[in-house]
């Protein structure tokens, strides 16, 4: 396990923009694949954007073109930069890691560190 806090999170009006924030507790000096995913009331746990330490990353489709998933190893976090935001994002957004994994996923059981959580809300 390694210890993970998002910021970022907000209200803000469809076409605005938000970069969340996940500190991790020094995982990015070996190997890892790091995610976000989103969750709204009633409905499964969906991965958003993943990263590898190795750079390559994955996107859902609804988000590809607007949202950039990077990360600075010096500072040890990952961010999401989140841009051109629909009401349909409008979700609590978690911060996920895995140590010792090479490949970025989008799956949540590759993944067995979590972040508390932040939510982000899209008004139309």
């Known amino acids: 396990q390694v210890h993970l806090a998002e910021s970022g999170g907000g209200s803000v009006q469809a076409g605005g923009s938000l970069r969340l924030a996940c500190i991790t507790s020094?995982?990015?000096?070996?190997?890892?694949?790091m995610a976000w995913f989103r969750q709204v009331p009633g409905k499964e746990r969906e991965g958003v954007a993943s990263i590898s330490d190795a750079g390559s990353t994955l996107y859902t489709n609804s988000v590809k073109g607007r949202f950039t998933i990077s990360a600075d190893k010096d500072q040890n976090t990952l961010y999401l930069q989140m841009n051109n935001l629909e009401p349909e994002d409008t979700a609590m957004y978690y911060c996920?890691?895995?140590?010792?994994?090479?490949?970025?996923?989008?799956?949540?059981?590759?993944?067995?560190?979590w972040g508390q959580g932040n939510q982000v809300t899209v008004s139309s």
């Open positions: 020094g995982l990015m000096h070996t190997y890892y694949r």
């Open positions: 996920a890691a895995h140590i010792m994994r090479t490949l970025a996923s989008l799956s949540s059981s590759d993944f067995d560190s």
